[in-house]
């Protein structure tokens, strides 16, 4: 850790890594897992997921500074975020949204197995095949979603205001859709906004260098970052809301 002096304020620039920094808000997210009895898949899907949608953010200063602005327009700087302030952040939402479209955590569902013989889009499906849905695919198809490979929170203000992830709406299904559903989607939906709502409102954030950050994947079960990320974080309120 290292201190500066900036104007008349003595700020305090901490390296960290994001795991660190989610261990520092782990209580509550603790709080919210031990809530609902489930401590294997839901963590993992959703620390990876946190970590893909701040790597976008540091990437897109711009979007970035968004978020904070509106974090400030609803809820100030003389409390926390809660739970309860996620519903006013349409911005976080959206950007939320894009990140589980361009880095859907599980990209390849679980596989499925047809019951019964039956027949989709002319093709010939037989009782008993397997069926592995890729996500990833849908989530980046030009045809729907123009520039699929840019970051563009904005579109779910705009062209895809409309369009949610739950399950309704086949071109954006990063929790799969019917009767098998995830079972986690709620806890995901609470859980993510409102840990970037935390970062976000509590630190100003930058890359550690001006590089962008590496957004390169390791392909598994779960879409991993393939380097740690890092990053630069300063605190942006008063002193007595962190003790
Ligand atoms: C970003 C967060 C998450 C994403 C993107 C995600 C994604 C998915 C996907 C795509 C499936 C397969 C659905 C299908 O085949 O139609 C799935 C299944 C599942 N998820 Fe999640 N998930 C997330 C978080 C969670 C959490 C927090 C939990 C637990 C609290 C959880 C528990 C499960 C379980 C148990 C299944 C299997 C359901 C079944 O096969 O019947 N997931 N998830």
């Known amino acids: 850790m290292t201190t500066i002096l900036k104007g008349a304020k003595l700020i305090k620039i901490v390296t960290i890594s994001v795991s660190q920094l989610i261990k520092f808000f782990s209580h509550i997210l603790v709080r919210l897992f031990v809530a609902t009895g489930v401590l294997a898949a839901g963590p993992d899907t959703t620390i990876v997921t946190s970590t893909w949608t701040l790597s976008l953010l540091l990437n897109s200063y711009e979007s970035l500074k968004k978020a904070q602005d509106e974090l400030d327009a609803h809820v100030g700087k003389n409390r926390w975020v ?5 519903k006013n952040l349409v911005y976080l939402q959206a950007i939320v949204k894009e990140a589980l479209c361009l880095y859907p955590a599980g990209p390849l569902a679980v596989p499925h197995e047809s019951m019964e013989d039956c027949t989709i889009s002319g093709y010939d499906i ?18 729907i979603w123009p520039n699929p490979h840019e970051f563009k929170p904005e579109r779910f203000l705009t062209t895809h205001k409309d369009v ?26 609470q859980v ?52």
């Open 164 to 189: 949610d992830v739950k399950g309704n709406h086949f071109e954006l299904i990063p929790f799969g859709s019917g009767r098998r559903m995830c079972p986690g989607i709620s806890l995901t939906l």
């Open 126 to 143: 037989p009782k008993g095949t397997r069926l592995l849905l890729n996500i990833w695919k849908i989530h980046h198809d030009p045809n």
């Open 82 to 86: 809660q739970e309860s302030d996620i």
């Open 192 to 243: 993510v906004p409102f840990v970037i709502a935390l970062l976000l409102q509590g630190f100003n954030i930058k890359r550690p260098s001006d590089e962008p950050i590496d957004m390169s994947e390791i392909f598994g079960l779960t879409v991993l970052k393939a380097s740690p990320l890092e990053v630069l974080l300063a605190p942006r309120l008063a002193p007595v809301l962190y003790e």
